[in-house]
């Protein structure tokens, strides 16, 4: 009958469903233990903690900065008023095409006592993402040139290693947390990681600029 046929492609569907998900758990079972095997979770905790150090280092300098030597509403806002906002910009440009030596979260505070703050805060993330593109333009063509690649794999053999292992998460974790992202890019474009999957997982850069830009613009 009718209803029985119905049933059976019901059942079927059901079948073919849960084999789909018991797959796609062992997939990410396996997953986990390969990255739990190799060493991310490790590495990334441990790079986090690296991170928050220098972070609140510079946090507390901010504060005594704040307290006992000017203003830093005052000092922000005398940057706006006497720094062209090109030139601060090209810094930061300049910043994030390198090493990102300097924290981005200095911009972002600059960016907030200007009057498009959302603009500037969309431009600093532009030009971040723009500048990890180039780091890793120039991974590629060190990659190119034997004497400098034999220099660099050796001082970033550990960065080079690791991007090797986790790819595209290793991108992911230097676009979102505080550090390095021209670091990643570099090492990315130094093993040829495809260009298109760095693109997109480069994009997360956004999303960490609107997440500190609405934290500092509510202190700030």
Same mark, same amino acid.
């Given at each position: #009958?009718?209803? =029985?046929?119905?049933?059976?492609?019901?059942?079927?569907?059901? $079948?073919?469903?849960?084999?789909?998900?018991?797959? !796609?758990?062992? !997939?990410?079972?396996?997953?986990?233990?390969?990255?739990?095997?190799?060493?991310?979770?490790? @590495?990334?905790?441990?790079?986090?903690?690296?991170?928050?150090? %220098?972070?609140?280092? @510079?946090?507390? $300098?901010?504060?005594? =900065?704040?307290?006992?030597?000017?203003?830093?509403?005052?000092?922000?806002?005398?940057?706006?008023?006497?720094?062209?906002?090109?030139?601060?910009? &090209?810094?930061?440009?300049?910043?994030?095409?390198?090493?990102?030596? *300097?924290?981005?979260?200095?911009?972002?505070?600059?960016?907030?006592?200007?009057?498009? %703050?959302?603009?500037? +805060?969309?431009?600093? $993330?532009?030009?971040?993402?723009?500048? &990890?593109?180039?780091?890793?333009? #120039?991974?590629?063509?060190? $990659?190119?040139?034997?004497?400098? @690649?034999?220099? +660099?794999?050796?001082? #970033?053999?550990?960065?080079?290693?690791?991007?090797?292992?986790?790819?595209?998460?290793?991108?992911?974790?230097?676009?979102?947390? %505080?550090?390095?992202?021209?670091?990643?890019? #570099?090492?990315?474009? *130094?093993?040829?990681? %495809? @260009?298109?999957?760095?693109?997109?997982?480069? +994009?997360? !850069?956004? =999303?960490?600029? +609107? =997440?500190?830009?609405?934290?500092?613009?509510?202190?700030?």
């Amino acid at each position: #009958m009718w209803y =029985v046929h119905i049933a059976a492609i019901f059942v079927k569907n059901a $079948a073919m469903n849960t084999k789909s998900n018991t797959t !796609r758990k062992s !997939r990410l079972r396996l997953l986990h233990q390969y990255y739990s095997y190799t060493g991310f979770y490790s @590495f990334v905790g441990k790079s986090i903690y690296k991170a928050i150090i %220098p972070i609140v280092i @510079f946090i507390i $300098a901010l504060v005594c =900065v704040h307290f006992f030597v000017i203003d830093i509403n005052d000092a922000l806002a005398y940057a706006t008023e006497h720094f062209p906002p090109l030139g601060v910009l &090209g810094m930061f440009f300049a910043s994030e095409s390198i090493l990102g030596l *300097i924290p981005p979260e200095i911009f972002i505070a600059w960016s907030s006592k200007l009057a498009h %703050p959302y603009l500037y +805060l969309a431009a600093l $993330a532009t030009l971040s993402y723009t500048g &990890g593109i180039i780091s890793y333009a #120039m991974g590629r063509s060190i $990659a190119n040139i034997p004497s400098v @690649f034999n220099y +660099l794999e050796g001082s #970033m053999s550990k960065h080079i290693k690791n991007m090797r292992k986790w790819g595209g998460l290793l991108i992911i974790v230097g676009a979102t947390l %505080p550090l390095p992202f021209a670091l990643s890019s #570099m090492a990315a474009g *130094i093993i040829k990681f %495809p @260009f298109k999957s760095y693109l997109a997982f480069g +994009l997360l !850069r956004f =999303v960490r600029f +609107l =997440v500190y830009g609405v934290a500092i613009f509510g202190v700030m």
